[in-house]
């Protein structure tokens, strides 16, 4: 951990003296932030001067910044000033000292407001509901717990971009300290530092969802339908015009093993070779949440976005004339000043997408009793392998010599040898991540001081590629800092099997040296020893146990803690989204996957949000009709 915080420093110039030594760029060459308008309101006379200027350059900031601006309501000033900015969006707010009903001290006005939908959280499931509702004319509220990061504020740096966009600043663990979690809490969600892989949902998954867990959804016209309009409005495609280090390599070694290669659908243009998208996207070009759902949001005129505010509660009344719950809105926290202050959103419905790792410890506190929230969940465990690949002594030598492994699409190629699509479906694919110097260094086995700075001067030529499970075995969300996890046998064996696959790969692509991250750092000089040398390694390498690696199994996929299902005795929501214990709250994202998935998982979240934003438009329409 020293070793990422010094690849973290920066000096006055925003540079870190070991980048030049380790080959590494540091941000993004092409990127030049426009710092004219950080978008932090303030309460001088001064500053609110500044931010008329700000607001008469709307247009140029629209270009630089995104398409957002006009739809965020920053929220560190007083409650009148909030109020009057939501009024302005047609929201009807009240400020009133009396205390709503929580169970929370109130030592300063609170806001209450009034709206048709509040959702909670912006990613891939908020996001789009979000959108939707609005584009149909209903008041939307999203409240987000992260901070707005827009275009011209991002920092393409690892350190300032995991405090800033990634869930408890990028350092999230289960229990066990036995997988490493990431976890997007931004604007935009984990769509906005996600690595663009847009695959739409197996049809073996939608298969056992229908079959097993009786959800006719997933085997329907509908849902077929609406991954087909996610993937319009995120423009996924699969050209790609340049591949970058990691996925060229992949891609060559599986064609010389023999192995099935394709190419993964992005939703970002084929010319997008960009390896800086897990820090957000600089132009935009990248379609996540923030880049189309919500953009639909602000130009609807029916929406706002309250960022850096946490939702602490779901709040339900008794329906007239019914032992059943109905949701009213929710309690969220906002800080002012340094002291904490309590709001109200009351709405006709509720929708949770706070992700799979949040949503059920917001559940448990609004005084959800159903037992399957918080169990069942998914990680998709990884593991990996690298290979190096010197700098080629001429430019016919492959790879070409200015290739550097954190530039390019992140997510471009990738193998399912050992994924078993066509049998059980629990196998892994074979992909490759992005890794710039910090997490590298975490990574990598440490054997020494010596051995670790070989290890980082060869950083911008090692390649990595990793084997992702579709697990069977899952785990228990208390709250996003309480998670416990066990993988079962056959996890860690489709592991193991796709990082015999992975070692094979580099080798098959010329990697002069290979290694995985076993804490005893063992490497092999691929081209100096014979074949049967080279097998021996690969196969102990990949049957040694999992819980040996020099840093935990890393997980950026979360799902099936609110699972769907056809009853309450085994899930949270049913097919609509909707919970089975309070009418009118739905759950939109991740956390309502039945099983995990297999794959990437931003379409099918798409997909099954834009389901749900149909079911909360029919109850919406039914209480307007009323």
Same mark, same amino acid.
């Given at each position: 951990?020293?070793?990422?915080?010094?690849?973290?420093?920066?000096?006055?110039?925003?540079?870190?003296?070991?980048?030049?030594?380790?080959?590494?760029?540091?941000?993004?060459?092409?990127?030049?932030?426009?710092?004219?308008?950080?978008?932090?309101?303030?309460?001088?006379?001064?500053?609110?001067?500044?931010?008329?200027?700000?607001?008469?350059?709307?247009?140029?900031?629209?270009?630089?910044?995104?398409?957002?601006?006009?739809?965020?309501?920053?929220?560190?000033?007083?409650?009148?000033?909030?109020?009057?900015?939501?009024?302005?969006?047609?929201?009807?707010?009240?400020?009133?000292?009396?205390?709503?009903?929580?169970?929370?001290?109130?030592?300063?006005?609170?806001?209450?407001?009034?709206?048709?939908?509040?959702?909670?959280?912006?990613?891939?499931?908020?996001?789009?509901?979000?959108?939707?509702?609005?584009?149909?004319?209903?008041?939307?509220?999203?409240?987000?717990?992260?901070?707005?990061?827009?275009?011209?504020?991002?920092?393409?740096?690892?350190?300032?971009?995991?405090?800033?966009?990634?869930?408890?600043?990028?350092?999230?663990?289960?229990?066990?300290?036995?997988?490493?979690?990431?976890?997007?809490?931004?604007?935009?969600?984990?769509?906005?530092?996600?690595?663009?892989?847009?695959?739409?949902?197996?049809?073996?998954?939608?298969?056992?969802?229908?079959?097993?867990?009786?959800?006719?959804?997933?085997?329907?016209?509908?849902?077929?339908?609406?991954?087909?309009?996610?993937?319009?409005?995120?423009?996924?495609?699969?050209?790609?015009?340049?591949?970058?280090?990691?996925?060229?390599?992949?891609?060559?070694?599986?064609?010389?093993?023999?192995?099935?290669?394709?190419?993964?659908?992005?939703?970002?243009?084929?010319?997008?070779?960009?390896?800086?998208?897990?820090?957000?996207?600089?132009?935009?070009?990248?379609?996540?949440?923030?880049?189309?759902?919500?953009?639909?949001?602000?130009?609807?005129?029916?929406?706002?976005?309250?960022?850096?505010?946490?939702?602490?509660?779901?709040?339900?009344?008794?329906?007239?004339?019914?032992?059943?719950?109905?949701?009213?809105?929710?309690?969220?926290?906002?800080?002012? #000043?340094? $002291?904490? %202050?309590?709001?109200?959103?009351?709405?006709?419905? *509720?929708? &949770? =997408?706070?992700?799979?790792? !949040?949503?059920?410890?917001?559940?448990?506190?609004?005084?959800?009793?159903?037992?399957?929230?918080?169990?069942?969940?998914?990680?998709?465990?990884?593991?990996?392998?690298?290979?190096?690949?010197?700098?080629?002594?001429?430019?016919?030598?492959?790879?070409?010599?200015? #290739?550097? $492994?954190? %530039?390019?699409?992140?997510?471009?190629?990738?193998? *399912?040898? &050992? =994924?078993?699509?066509?049998? !059980?479906?629990?196998?892994?694919?074979?992909?490759?991540?992005?890794?710039?110097?910090?997490?590298?260094?975490?990574?990598?086995?440490?054997?020494?001081?010596?051995?670790?700075?070989?290890?980082?001067?060869?950083?911008?030529?090692?390649?990595?590629?990793?084997?992702?499970?579709?697990?069977?075995?899952?785990?228990?969300?208390?709250?996003?800092?309480?998670?416990?996890?066990?993988?079962?046998?056959?996890?860690?064996?489709?592991?193991?099997?796709?990082?015999?696959?992975?070692?094979?790969?580099?080798?098959?692509?010329?990697?002069?040296?290979?290694?995985?991250?076993?804490?005893?750092?063992?490497?092999?000089?691929?081209?100096?020893?014979?074949?049967?040398?080279?097998?021996?390694?690969?196969?102990?390498?990949?049957?040694?146990?999992?819980?040996?690696?020099?840093?935990?199994?890393?997980?950026?996929?979360?799902?099936?803690?609110?699972?769907?299902?056809?009853?309450?005795?085994?899930?949270?929501?049913?097919?609509?989204?909707?919970?089975?214990?309070?009418?009118?709250?739905?759950?939109?994202?991740?956390?309502?996957?039945?099983?995990?998935?297999?794959?990437?998982?931003?379409?099918?979240?798409?997909?099954?949000?834009?389901?749900?934003?149909?079911?909360?438009?029919?109850?919406?329409?039914?209480?307007?009709?009323?």
């Amino acid at each position: 951990m020293l070793l990422l915080f010094f690849i973290f420093q920066l000096d006055e110039a925003q540079n870190n003296p070991s980048w030049s030594a380790i080959g590494y760029s540091g941000p993004d060459p092409q990127f030049k932030p426009q710092l004219k308008n950080n978008f932090l309101h303030k309460s001088s006379k001064g500053e609110e001067q500044d931010e008329k200027k700000d607001d008469d350059d709307d247009d140029d900031d629209d270009e630089i910044i995104g398409p957002l601006n006009k739809g965020i309501v920053h929220l560190n000033q007083p409650p009148n000033i909030i109020a009057d900015t939501l009024r302005q969006f047609g929201f009807f707010v009240s400020v009133t000292q009396r205390k709503p009903k929580v169970s929370y001290n109130l030592s300063y006005p609170s806001l209450v407001i009034q709206c048709d939908a509040v959702v909670v959280g912006s990613g891939s499931g908020g996001g789009v509901v979000a959108g939707v509702l609005s584009e149909a004319g209903y008041k939307v509220l999203v409240l987000e717990k992260g901070n707005y990061s827009a275009r011209n504020n991002l920092s393409l740096l690892e350190g300032p971009t995991f405090d800033q966009m990634y869930l408890s600043n990028g350092f999230l663990a289960t229990q066990d300290m036995s997988l490493l979690l990431l976890a997007g809490s931004t604007v935009g969600g984990g769509s906005a530092i996600n690595w663009s892989a847009c695959i739409k949902t197996p049809k073996h998954v939608c298969k056992e969802w229908c079959d097993s867990y009786e959800l006719e959804l997933f085997e329907s016209e509908v849902y077929e339908e609406a991954m087909n309009v996610v993937c319009e409005k995120m423009g996924v495609q699969s050209d790609i015009e340049e591949e970058g280090f990691n996925n060229e390599i992949l891609r060559k070694g599986c064609e010389e093993m023999g192995y099935p290669v394709s190419n993964i659908p992005r939703n970002a243009p084929k010319d997008h070779y960009c390896g800086w998208c897990c820090m957000g996207c600089k132009d935009g070009k990248k379609k996540g949440t923030s880049e189309t759902w919500l953009v639909d949001l602000v130009k609807s005129g029916n929406g706002a976005i309250l960022p850096r505010c946490e939702a602490i509660q779901v709040l339900h009344k008794r329906k007239k004339g019914s032992d059943r719950k109905i949701a009213s809105g929710v309690a969220f926290e906002i800080e002012y #000043k340094g $002291s904490k %202050e309590i709001c109200v959103v009351e709405s006709k419905v *509720t929708i &949770v =997408a706070c992700g799979a790792l !949040s949503t059920p410890s917001l559940l448990k506190r609004s005084g959800l009793k159903n037992e399957n929230i918080g169990r069942y969940l998914h990680l998709h465990p990884t593991t990996m392998a690298w290979g190096y690949f010197p700098d080629s002594p001429s430019p016919e030598v492959w790879p070409e010599k200015d #290739k550097k $492994s954190y %530039e390019g699409g992140i997510m471009t190629a990738m193998s *399912t040898v &050992v =994924a078993d699509f066509d049998k !059980s479906g629990y196998g892994a694919v074979i992909q490759t991540p992005m890794l710039h110097p910090g997490m590298f260094s975490v990574l990598m086995p440490w054997t020494s001081g010596l051995d670790i700075k070989d290890r980082m001067r060869k950083y911008s030529r090692t390649a990595h590629v990793f084997a992702l499970a579709r697990d069977q075995g899952s785990g228990i969300v208390n709250s996003p800092n309480s998670i416990s996890y066990q993988m079962n046998d056959v996890d860690k064996e489709n592991l193991k099997k796709g990082i015999e696959k992975v070692l094979r790969i580099l080798a098959a692509a010329g990697a002069e040296e290979i290694g995985t991250h076993h804490n005893k750092g063992r490497r092999l000089l691929v081209k100096q020893v014979s074949y049967n040398e080279f097998d021996k390694f690969v196969q102990e390498e990949s049957s040694r146990p999992l819980t040996d690696l020099s840093t935990p199994l890393c997980s950026a996929h979360q799902m099936g803690s609110c699972r769907m299902g056809s009853n309450p005795k085994e899930s949270v929501v049913n097919q609509m989204g909707e919970t089975w214990e309070i009418e009118g709250l739905f759950l939109a994202d991740t956390s309502v996957f039945p099983t995990a998935l297999g794959v990437n998982p931003m379409v099918t979240v798409q997909a099954i949000a834009y389901c749900t934003a149909q079911s909360v438009l029919q109850v919406l329409r039914r209480k307007r009709t009323k």
